[in-house]
């Protein structure tokens, strides 16, 4: 398969893209590097899961809003296709999609830790909506793994068996973030995770934006 692993700072150049490095990897992917570039330096790196009906391609707008210069980000593709003719894609919501979507991130994960200057402590996973949940679920299938979750309007994980590691879990930093009076991650998921997090004593930091 064609993997797509373009620099948003260089896509204007391809002799420079050409000469950066790459993951080794069949996963569809996109990969965002920081304007400034440095090979000797070890960045942390951004995960991002991709929203419902959208690509890979998401994480140039994510990037560019949060930083253009601190951090290297990859974004997997999602597994279901929308349409059979586009080129948007969604992550689905069974056992299955949730098991892929952590092979996807890990496969990306570890192609990243191969090939780029990556920081191993300082690995994050991020998500809107659905894929803030996935992100949430993977992260705590490995809690020692990552640095940390950011769930925009993404409710907490509700699949059976998803806590197993709720010690470990415990110790993993989550932004959990909602809009209020939001219906793709309503007040009442807000109010879910928030009682679930104190009963399970999880290192939950909660932000609820004003409409």
């Known amino acids: 398969p064609v993997v797509q692993n373009v620099s948003r700072s260089l896509a204007g150049d391809n002799r420079e893209v050409d000469r950066l490095p790459q993951l080794n990897t069949s996963v569809h992917h996109r990969l965002y590097y920081p304007t400034n570039f440095v090979s000797s330096y070890d960045y942390p790196l951004i995960v991002w899961l991709h929203s419902q009906g959208s690509s890979e391609y998401e994480i140039d707008s994510v990037m560019n809003a949060l930083s253009d210069q601190n951090y290297l980000a990859v974004a997997p593709r999602a597994n279901r296709r929308c349409k059979s003719k586009s080129r948007i894609f969604k992550w689905g919501e069974n056992i299955l999609d949730y098991a892929f979507a952590e092979d996807v991130v890990w496969e990306c994960i570890e192609s990243a830790l191969d090939n780029l200057p990556v920081r191993s402590?300082?690995?994050?996973?991020?998500?809107?909506?659905?894929?803030?949940?996935?992100?949430?679920?993977?992260?705590?299938?490995?809690?020692?793994?990552v640095a940390g979750v950011v769930s925009l309007s993404g409710p907490m994980p509700s699949l059976v068996g998803s806590m197993t590691q709720w010690k470990s879990i415990k110790e993993l930093p989550v932004l959990f973030a909602q809009r209020k009076g939001a219906t793709i991650c309503s007040d009442a998921d807000l109010s879910y995770a928030m009682q679930t997090a104190h009963r399970s004593s999880l290192s939950y930091r909660f932000l609820q934006l004003r409409s």
Do not use: K
């Not at 998500?127 to 020692?144: E, L, N, R, V």
């Open 121 to 145: 402590d300082r690995i994050f996973l991020a998500g809107f909506g659905h894929s803030g949940t996935i992100a949430q679920w993977i992260g705590w299938q490995s809690p020692d793994s």
